[in-house]
Nanobody
Framework: QVQLVESGGGLVQPGGSLRRSCAAS????????MRWYRQAPGKERELVAV????????NYADSMKGRFTISRDNPNHKAHLQMNSLKPEDTAVYYC??????????WGQGTQVTVSS
């Protein structure tokens, strides 16, 4: 059974940090690229960051560059999103996503991140 189990969400003050994690099981983790998305209330889901299968390549949405870092731990089947200098506008439900060839597309359950004083 394919699963992406997320952890590390919650409430943080502006300027603070959170580390999101995504634990994968039921598929060959190293064969899929990993992405993080987020969806704020009343807005469309947006891509936050992408990391290649090996971790050699990463890409970020412009508003996250320099603040967020995506990483992966292939031996332990985990992906991470380190979020620093958080702003109220970063408040959203964050999702991890695994994608591969042939239409492979798996999603985590989503976890709320709230940035508020």
């Amino acid at each position: 059974q394919v699963q992406l189990v997320e952890s590390g969400g919650g409430l943080v003050q502006p300027g603070g940090s959170l580390r999101r994690s995504c634990a994968a099981s039921g598929f060959t983790f190293s064969r899929l690229a990993m992405r993080w998305y987020r969806q704020a209330p009343g807005k469309e889901r947006e891509l936050v960051a992408v990391i290649s299968r090996t971790g050699a390549n990463t890409n970020y949405a412009d508003s996250m560059k320099g603040r967020f870092t995506i990483s992966r731990d292939n031996p332990n089947h985990k992906a991470h999103l380190q979020m620093n200098s958080l702003k109220p506008e970063d408040t959203a439900v964050y999702y991890c996503n695994a994608v591969g060839f042939g239409g492979t597309d798996y999603w985590g359950q989503g976890t709320q991140v709230t940035v508020s004083s």
